[in-house]
């Protein structure tokens, strides 16, 4: 795994800041999700896993756990600390059908969208499109922006999910990658992330600092909602500044009753971390150290082992990590005030570990 600038460095566990003092049976529990992840890249660790599945571990026994099968190493690289965010599951009420304020259409992955996974695709429409359009003679073409899709590029097409009836909320949906979906009817329908068209992200919430809207030390979650319902034109405007758009699918009955993060991982409030993927191996734990994140219901500076199993568009960095705080209003609140310095000790297999450093 190439990581430009990235030195893991060994240390001793009793070098990782409160290691002692953290539940390390419920970050065992989160990360016993990681099974399906770890499959091919670690299958003797997946097995691990799939021996410890139903026992009652203890907090003492799973830390054992992790110090036999891992050793720990520092991450350093250009800068002193990263940065963490958190991000969350918002509860919304929607409706199946379009009517009275349900007007905001959720769109399913279309079918002519295609993923450029391959480089040199990419260079046929754009080296900073990751999706693109594929149409009826074979062309690859970028795919309608966030402003092209809001102003009706894909209506006609069957692809509706369902509706919302707030633009806004919309819009977070979209950053977060799911969503919990009240009903008229009091059903509930989970969404999660299914693709993109491609465009690059865009932060609306850097773009108003830019503009001088806003102070850094200002941006939170709930101040950037309340300044965007102040003036829902002008709030179009800024939101089509961020021209990625993001397509869900509906999970089934089968499916795990929670928030999912890569191929499907059930994620776990205040244990599943968003990594970028190109440096971390995505399923295994990382040891994150957080001085100044007080607002966790723990309280205390946040030294918390976390499991990477997620990413994001946002999420680029040796030490950059999104944290998943639940689901609905409290978890989006702790998520909003998140914006800190942290350090990253990443936790590599004492057997393989060479596909990983």
């Known amino acids: 795994m190439a990581r430009p600038s990235v030195v893991f460095e060994p240390v001793q566990f ?17 990360f016993l999700k990681s099974k399906k992840l770890l499959a091919k890249s670690a299958p003797d660790l997946a097995r691990e896993l799939e021996n410890a599945e139903g026992a009652d571990w203890r907090a003492g026994e799973a830390r054992q756990f992790f110090e036999s099968l891992f ?19 918002p509860v919304l009420r929607g409706s199946r059908t379009r009517h009275g304020p349900f007007h905001v259409p959720v769109y399913r992955c279309p079918p002519d969208l295609v993923n450029l996974v391959d480089d040199t695709l990419r260079g046929t429409v754009g080296e900073a499109l990751t999706h693109a359009r594929k149409t009826e003679s074979g062309e690859l073409v970028p795919y309608p922006t966030r402003a092209e899709i809001e102003s009706g590029a894909l209506e006609g097409r069957d692809l509706e999910l369902l509706y919302l009836a707030d633009a806004i909320d919309a819009y977070f949906m ?15 329908v989970r969404l999660s992330y299914d693709g993109k068209n491609g465009h690059p992200y865009t932060s609306i919430g850097r773009y108003l600092v830019e503009k001088g809207i806003f102070a850094v030390e200002e941006v939170t979650l709930d101040r950037l909602i309340s300044w965007l319902r102040a003036d829902p034109e ?19 009955e089968s499916e795990p009753d929670s928030a999912l993060g890569v191929d499907g991982v059930p994620l776990t409030a205040g244990r599943s971390l968003a990594v970028d993927a190109s440096i971390h191996g995505l399923g295994l734990p990382i040891y994150v ?69």
């Open 14 to 30: 009793s070098d990782l800041p409160g290691w002692e003092g953290d539940d390390h049976a419920a970050a065992l529990r989160a």
């Open 71 to 89: 050793t720990a190493h520092r991450v350093l690289h250009n800068k002193s600390h990263g940065l963490l965010t958190g991000y969350y599951e």
């Open 174 to 188: 979209h950053v977060q990658g799911s969503g919990l979906i009240e009903l008229e009817d009091g059903s509930t």
């Open 234 to 252: 002008r709030a179009r405007e800024v939101m089509w500044q961020n021209a990625s758009y993001i397509f869900f699918r509906e999970l089934t």
């Open 289 to 357: 150290v957080a001085p100044d994140l007080l607002h966790t219901p723990e309280g205390g500076p946040f030294r918390r082992l976390m499991i990477a199993q997620d990413v994001g568009s946002a999420i680029t960095g040796p030490e950059r990590g999104d944290i998943f705080f639940g689901t609905g209003s409290e978890a989006g609140q702790r998520a909003g005030m998140t914006h800190h310095a942290g350090n990253f000790f990443v936790l590599l297999p004492r057997q393989n570990s060479q596909a990983f450093a």
